[in-house]
């Protein structure tokens, strides 16, 4: 198993400190501070950590402050309702007993209904898309060194961008990216930690797709960008560490705020979740 695994793995590691209480630890990656999908898919893993015999079908969540990557963060779970079919969670995680972030969460139990879908965009199968060497070869050279830089990084969930060539280009397009992600090894057989790895994935490039239309992206240092707000619903069951497609959207920016959509596919077309999004995306001329 890899090192990038591994690190996947540690993650979802969380310590009981008891009364519903948990310690989750960030990797040892030199970030400056913590990922946010890190934050979400340890809150989430948390708050299925008091819930039997149900699933999160949709959660809500706040960023507040930077994490410190340095520094264990603590979920607080309070168990707000347990109906006969809902349980209601909300999840704070706190450093020095500052609240960095909030989440609420919703679990169903299994149950039969209505059921229709929209379809999966029309892409390249992510076995069609260069990997992690045909990237290095053919595509990176060709990209800006914040660009490069990133997608070499060693990192536990494997993206295949659809739309690569946006980087490279010059001038404003359609707010729309397409991307395969998935763990970069196999899982154990917990639908919690496969959900809450997803919820990690979720968001790695969300908030990206809302500077599509403007002709930029997070790597410009003349941007200003954090995620402010993260929602997710879960509509059917996955794997984690199959391709997943990842359909992203943005349909309106204003205020400084980029507002982004996300629909993840399974490879059979069949939409698994669905993701929301806005964040903080300020012009700061100043850096250039």
């Known amino acids: 198993m890899t090192s990038a695994a591994n690190t996947l793995l540690s993650i979802f590691d969380l310590e009981p400190l008891g009364h519903n209480r948990f310690q989750g630890r960030s990797p040892d990656n ?7 999908g890190q934050v979400i898919g340890q809150a989430l893993y948390a708050a299925c950590k008091t819930v039997e015999a149900r699933q999160p079908h949709s959660l ?3 960023f507040m402050l930077p994490g410190d990557p340095a520094i264990p963060i603590v979920y607080e779970v309070e168990r707000l309702r347990d109906g006969g079919s809902f349980s209601t969670r909300r999840v704070l ?4 007993d500052a609240a960095i972030f909030a989440m609420s ?3 169903q ?11 999966m965009p029309a892409v390249p199968m992510p076995e069609e898309l260069p990997g992690r060497d045909g990237m290095e070869r053919d595509v990176l050279p060709h990209m800006p060194e914040a660009v490069r830089a990133y997608y070499r990084r060693e990192r536990p969930i494997e993206i295949r961008p ?4 946006r980087y490279a280009a010059d001038g404003p397009r359609e707010p729309k990216f397409n991307v395969w992600v998935r763990a970069s090894q196999t899982l154990p057989e917990e639908p919690a930690l496969h959900q809450s790895v997803l919820a990690y994935a979720s968001d790695l490039m969300l908030l990206d797709s809302s500077l599509i239309a403007h002709g930029t992206s997070v790597f410009d240092r003349r941007v200003q960008s954090a995620s402010l707000d993260h929602a997710m619903w879960f509509h059917r069951p996955f794997r984690a560490d199959d391709w997943l497609l990842y359909a992203q959207d943005s349909p309106s920016a204003s205020g400084a705020r980029g507002f982004s959509r996300g629909l993840i596919f399974d490879r059979d077309g ?9 964040g903080l995306i300020r012009p700061r001329p100043d850096r250039a």
Do not use: C
């Open 105 to 107: 969460a919703s679990f």
């Open 60 to 62: 809500h969540a706040y």
């Open 109 to 119: 139990i299994a149950e039969p209904g209505y059921d229709h879908q929209m379809p």
């Open 30 to 36: 030199g970030w400056t501070r913590v990922f946010g």
């Open 162 to 165: 659809v739309e690569m060539s």
């Open 270 to 278: 069949n939409l698994v979740a669905s993701v929301a999004q806005e």
């Open 93 to 96: 995680a706190l450093q020095k």
